[in-house]
Nanobody, 125 residues
């Protein structure tokens, strides 16, 4: 069984920064598969903000390009989302997601991922 546990959410003022972490456990290695960060605001659909494949190649949603960075530490089996220049519209529940594929052609659909964490709330005022 694969488990993903996020942490690092909180409340910040506009322009501030947060770093989210997602620790993967069980029979899953972040170094071999693709992961992503999604977010979902009340009344809105879940959207991908950033993806990273097995080789460390990243993609970002246009709304966060230049502000958010997805990285991973293979030795800690942990995924990160560095969020800088936060805006009120970034307020949402943030989820990490893990796929069994090493690299997804699209990667922006929630249905492409096999596991999700419980989420961590980010509030920007």
């Amino acid at each position: 069984q694969v488990q993903l546990v996020e942490s690092g959410g909180g409340s910040v003022q506009a322009g501030g920064s947060l770093r989210l972490s997602c620790v993967a456990s069980g029979e899953y290695s972040v170094s071999r598969h693709q992961q992503a960060w999604f977010r979902q605001a009340p009344g809105k659909e879940r959207e991908a903000v950033g993806t990273i494949d097995y080789n460390g190649r990243t993609k970002y949603a246009d709304s966060v390009k230049g502000r958010f960075t997805v990285t991973k530490d293979n030795t800690k089996n942990t995924l990160y989302l560095q969020m800088d220049g936060l805006k009120p519209e970034d307020t949402a529940m943030y989820y990490c997601a893990a796929a069994y594929a090493g690299s997804l052609d699209n990667g922006s659909s929630q249905y492409e991922y096999n596991y999700y964490g419980q989420g961590t709330q980010v509030t920007v005022s």
